[in-house]
């Protein structure tokens, strides 16, 4: 069985700050890794995506997550926040197959001006 | 190249109607799956399906609820006799074999 854990439902940065979103997954077999971002009223759109090729992703709108097996871990960065990143972030994790994926409950980015 | 599209964007129905969400997948893609997201919640997987086959349906309630892919049309996401609980967002995504899914936009389900 497989699951993921973001901790930290609403993550607030200011503006031009870093941001981190931290995901940790759990899996029995080697898993690919994901993360969408979700705007209000809208659906979820992929922004990076870890398939056991190089650890560090980068992705679209600046945003880059490193992989590393021995934390279990899949956190998601910015180095920068702009406004326009508010919104629910959602990491997701599936197997090699690449079938159904398990989603963590996300996190609420709010960027303060 | 037009992306998953599902319909309608917004449904109420009644308590006991039956609700239908229909779900295009993007050209190429034979692989469809359902999720449910619920307020305040994370999506929860429903069900995965290939062209006139289900594959896995471990998310899919055991009663109400059902789901097809045929070999011609959309997938189509079937409710019965509809309950307050219900309510929620649904979302399509589509893939090609063993490569990541694209989601559609959801349909909102609301039952009065």
């Known amino acids: 069985a497989q699951s993921v854990t973001q901790l930290g439902s609403h993550v607030s940065v200011s503006e031009g700050a870093l941001v981190l979103l931290r995901c940790n997954y759990s899996s029995s077999v080697p898993p690919y890794l994901f993360w969408y971002v979700q705007y209000p009223n809208q659906g979820l759109q992929l922004l990076l995506k870890?398939?056991?090729?190089?650890?560090l992703v980068k992705g679209i709108n600046g945003f880059e997550a490193e992989f590393k097996k021995s934390e279990t871990s899949f956190h998601l960065t910015k180095p920068s926040a702009h406004m326009s990143d508010a919104a629910e972030y959602f990491c997701a994790v599936s197997d090699e197959n690449a079938g159904k994926s398990t989603f963590g409950d996300g996190t609420t980015l709010t960027v303060k001006p | 190249n037009a992306g998953v599209m599902q319909n309608p964007r917004h449904l109420v129905r009644r308590r006991g109607q039956e609700a239908r969400l229909r779900c295009s997948p993007m050209?190429?893609?034979?692989?469809v799956y359902w999720y449910r997201q619920l307020p305040e919640e994370g999506l929860k997987f429903m069900v995965y399906l290939q062209k006139e086959n289900i594959i896995d349906e471990s998310g899919m309630p055991k009663e109400r609820f059902s789901a097809e892919f045929p070999k011609e049309g959309p997938s189509i996401l079937r409710i019965q006799q509809v309950v307050r609980g219900d309510s929620a967002a649904y979302f399509c995504a589509s893939s090609r074999p063993q490569t990541e899914q694209y989601f559609g936009p959801g349909t909102r389900l609301t039952v009065t």
């Open positions: 050209k190429g893609h034979s692989h």
């Open positions: 870890y398939t056991s090729a190089a650890t």
